[in-house]
């Protein structure tokens, strides 16, 4: 039971988004980490949240939100385009409709 209790902590934090198992992959919390991702909500809209890392955990992002399926696709691959380019991102943390995370379930 201890053993249980003692590992809980690490399988949740492997499941914060943003937050990766590899410790060399891009990370939100990294200033300068670029990141765009999507989440699916539960009307089967999508969300896109983009930012740039300011080294806290939970850095600011924007949203867009009630996106369908075609325009967020366009969405994240505009944001995709201009974290290629941007000087800025140091490192870019993607995830596409394809790795969405599922829609949180409602009681």
Do not use: W
Request: aromatic share 6%; with cysteine; net charge neutral.
């Amino acid at each position: 039971m201890t053993r249980l209790f003692l590992l809980a902590p690490l399988l949740l934090s492997a499941c914060v988004e943003g937050m990766t198992a590899d410790p060399a992959a891009p990370r939100m919390s990294q200033a300068g980490t670029c990141f765009a991702f999507v989440t699916a909500q539960a009307d089967g809209t999508y969300t896109l949240t983009t930012g740039i890392g300011d080294g806290t955990k939970t850095p600011v992002g924007q949203q867009k939100t009630g996106l369908s399926a075609a325009a967020v696709d366009a969405a994240f691959a505009q944001e995709n385009k201009i974290m290629q380019i941007n000087p800025e991102c140091l490192a870019i943390y993607a995830k596409d409709r394809s790795q969405a995370a599922p829609a949180a379930p409602t009681a």
